[in-house]
């Protein structure tokens, strides 16, 4: 709020702004390369514009079956492609392995009657809260560059996969063949701005066009790169997803074997009986329904310990 | 061809022509109803445009995981319907049951950020040679209309469906249900020419404009139709189908328990060796591989009975 | 800010949160009339969802030639109506006439072959600060159902033309037979957040969907809607248009026959010499070069008369 | 119909057959260069994926006012292109010039708010039946290379436009500076087949899915490449346009300063007063009315003189 008041003056429009300005070298900095980065409002925006950069109307882009681009977000992949297709890989946890890709891979016939295939897109974490480790990372992408593949992350959650791994940031993206990055900040404390980080950098030449294309260049850009910049300063980012992670360590440790996943980011999915459940939300916790017998939780930058503990109490209460 | 000799004269252009204003009426009577008829070169062309009329953009079209239109139009569906989904639905030989649509819809959660179904698509006979019966469609119908969801019918071997079942063309389509067929010609004998078929009439108001928008609409549009209309004289495309059928009949009584699939028109599902299909392909006969250790053969139109014995005595002999 | 700031609390994501839940509501009472109200992070975005609406992938849109949407949207139009056609009418200031729209009409053949009209757009005020009034608005209502086309209105700027007409919002939107308006705010005070509102709620059906899909469906959206309720409070969207067109009326009336066009709205266009651009620009003014020998001026809601005396005083010591 | 015939034969499916085998070394031999090309069922197709190749959804395609592709495609170059822009030229006869270009790409400003220009297509012969000469073309040719932009022919009538000219078809393409050459054979007496002629063939990779995903891959495509090189035999096509174009000469001949342009292909307009445009069709002849007291006459490949003489002595005679 503080940031947004202080871009809260007369600048040049649309991304020409100071703050927007700071942006490819704030990110280069951070990520130790360099990169071209934008703004944009919205994780699904983010991750459209990066597949439409990777392919072409007639390709198709590898994905997980529980993905976000694939469950999440009403198709818009397929609307900024204009039609690529999603083909889908299995895996526990939402997470896809090298072997599973390759395997997917060998399904598609190399003729022009099917979809070839143009890019892979990996979520960190997961849709399940499970992190990719640099290593796995870096065997996509040695799959990737094997078969001409563009690799995409979308990183909703990449804030808490870095703060899990206490890795550089550098290290599970292009270091391990990672070619875009949609790093989200919203789910993390952010108001209504993403970056969309392009580790090579020829690779964004359209990206203005389709960003201004869809709606997307906004004419007060300003206030969209004040709030990434001030996630970027002091590493708050890293710091809110550390508080996230910390408070769903502890529901998970008060979890016990009710676990169904284990919990590496800020997400917690537990066996719960309607009863448990019901018991729960009556001392006013709000969590989702994930399956029957199943309940998500999600633990937030802005909630402390202290916050959390009489929920981890209540679970290991019952 | 002599069909085609006796268009080439000069005529209105595009459908304006003495044949193609033949079409409705000629199908109409066919099928025992109103029906809107459209001469279209290619069965992924006519599929496209078929689901275009019953699907929007930021819609889905259920189909079997191993549907044509999923597998071998390169994402034509996608293009003509710009960007929607298939989603795609289990079963045997490529069939779908109105119990497994109703698991894949059961799985859509109905809000803003998942795709809609809109339609399902279905081809008969199947890419396994399976035909639908009219109350295994109407099954499906019904559902259709209970989800409010459009009904298209992929018949590129549609011939074959009707030859086997012996029931009229009316039973197998609009009476159970189906809004839109996709009625093939080439696999049956056809040049270049298949029949998209609107049931109800007012759902094909946008096709012309989407045909030309495609360059599907020909100048020379005479040869279209004259080519469909020859097939439907003396129902030749019946009688060709029934030839087609009858043949593959005779191999799978041939092959008894190398049968992958019931034979039921025109292709034939085999458990082969390499060693065993070497030896067919040695003494003049050519078929597909389907799989490690499986043949497809397909029968045609215009093999006689006599023509394809040699190789149901060749698989016999195995 | 501080409506901003307000925000700043937990509550439902999108738009189910109890500030956009007040949208439909708000906007209804507004214009005298049950409405459907979205907000949309830019004009742009807007714009082309409110022309997705009316206009299929295969028609056309008539706009002028000078229209935000062909000039300065980079084909956002075409990507969010999946390739409909702008038509480009004629008209001083920027303004489209009945008979102008009747004499573009004129001009399409009714066949296959062209791409045929579905809707009219206009902006109001006009590129260049023209107002249309509720009767020219009305003629071209008439015109719309009489040759069944959609009506949009781009309102970036339909404060300050509500401004200078005195008038009810209702009179020169739906009493006129515009079906879908862009109320812009941000070129108003706003931050990032335009309405798009349907005066036929059912035109509105399948635009939660195209929103989404286009990656602005923003989860804490009630940063949205509270910027436009704080604008809607009092008048506020009135008063500061009212500012700025006053600001507009007093260089206007200092320049003199220096006018290009009569000075409407908040915009002024001059003849000015290279040499009295530079001396105005000297002595501390920013305006745009619109062409060789002309300046627009845009005036702003947050300047003052006496922030904007001395520019209007050395316009006319020039 | 005896190539069809001839064609009638079982062989490799789509274009794997012994006939498309053959297209790029005949066609590389007539232009006198290495060619990529492809057999397309229409004009709209050939000219829509021609531009689908030099164009991305975000871009812009010049034309004159009165292409084909802007007036009478129904917006296919928009639907294949997924929406990039035509942007219109100005000039006598429905030719371009360079100067009108030049002057054309002057009013689009560089910046992210307006569709860039990325390639311009050009009909040769015109709609109007001018011809551009190798040295016209040259001049649009380098005006592309120093723009970027890519460079495509229409050549609906491009065997006209060589009789008229001939020169050799590689100097009013590739050595002029096209990249893409549309050669229409169905106006001049093919059935249903047009030739899409790349001259820098990795412009080409992607056509074969694009024409796949269109729906003009057909089963048997040796009926269509077996319509082009029966056309390519002995120089059919250019035997049949000069039978053509000496029609239209006499026509023109006869007309004298009815002549609304120069008569350079098969095409003559007329000025003729309601009362003649009914005396002539009276007596048996048939064209179109153009615009009010204008007619379009086409003459055929084949119409011998002896054919068009009484309407040119009827044209005389008025």
Redesign the interface.
Known sequence: ?EA??AA?VMDTA?DGDAWSQQLDARFSALFETDVKAHW???G???N?LALAALC???G?VLCHREAHIQ??????P?????????MLVEGAGAKVSAEAVRHALSLIRDD?????PHALSITNATEYGQVYTPAEVAALGALCREKGLGFHMDGARFANAVAHLGCSPADVTWRAGVDVLSFGF??NGG??AEALIFFKPELAA?T?????????????GR??AAQILAMLDDDLWLENARAANAGARMLADAAGDRLIHPVEANEVFLRVSPDEAASLRGIGFDFYDWAPGEARLVTSWNQSIADIRPLADAIAAL
């Open positions: 709020m947004l008041s809260n649309y944009i409002a919205t699904t925006a983010a459209s072409p109307p007639h198709a469950n999440d977000e009403c198709g818009a397929e609307f900024y492609t204009h039609g690529a297709k999603l022009v009657h099917q979809v070839q919203v789910k108001m209504s359209a203005p066009y389709r960003r201004k294309r869809a709606g997307h260049l906004f004419s007060k206030y969209m």
